[in-house]
């Protein structure tokens, strides 16, 4: 068997001198905890409140109390966090929302922000 040094050996083995076999040691997964990200309804002067709540329903599965009190909020204060995601979940309803209220003629918008 040949001699054992730094250069050819994995960092992961480890050789046991007096059998001449070979343990694999698992390295230890590391996950990384994925960013997030928020969607926020923007404030608008032409969209119906009720539209607002609709949406907010449809496609944040907000309960109808739930909806309402964001949408106030959203038309006191200028936005809204409408939900956190992970960042491709973030920018497909973001999307959607800009799409189906493009669909239906109101400039309700919704963007992505980091949480």
């Known amino acids: ?3 054992n040094n730094s250069q050819d050996s994995d960092r992961n083995d480890q050789l046991d001198i007096e ?3 070979r343990a694999l040691v698992r390295p230890q997964d590391k996950t990384k905890t994925p960013s997030f990200y928020k969607v926020l309804i923007l ?4 969209t119906p409140r009720d539209y607002v709540v609709h949406v907010l329903q449809k496609f944040f599965r907000k309960s109808e109390q739930e ?3 964001l949408m106030l909020q959203v038309h006191h204060k200028g936005q809204g966090v409408a939900g956190v995601f992970t960042c491709e979940i973030a920018e497909t309803k973001a999307y959607q ?3 189906y209220s493009k669909k239906h003629k109101y400039p309700l918008k919704c ?3 980091a949480a």
């Open 1 to 3: 068997m040949p001699e």
């Open 19 to 21: 059998s001449g076999t």
């Open 43 to 46: 404030n608008d002067d032409f």
């Open 67 to 69: 909806a309402t009190h």
């Open 97 to 99: 929302v800009n799409e």
């Open 111 to 113: 963007v992505v922000e």
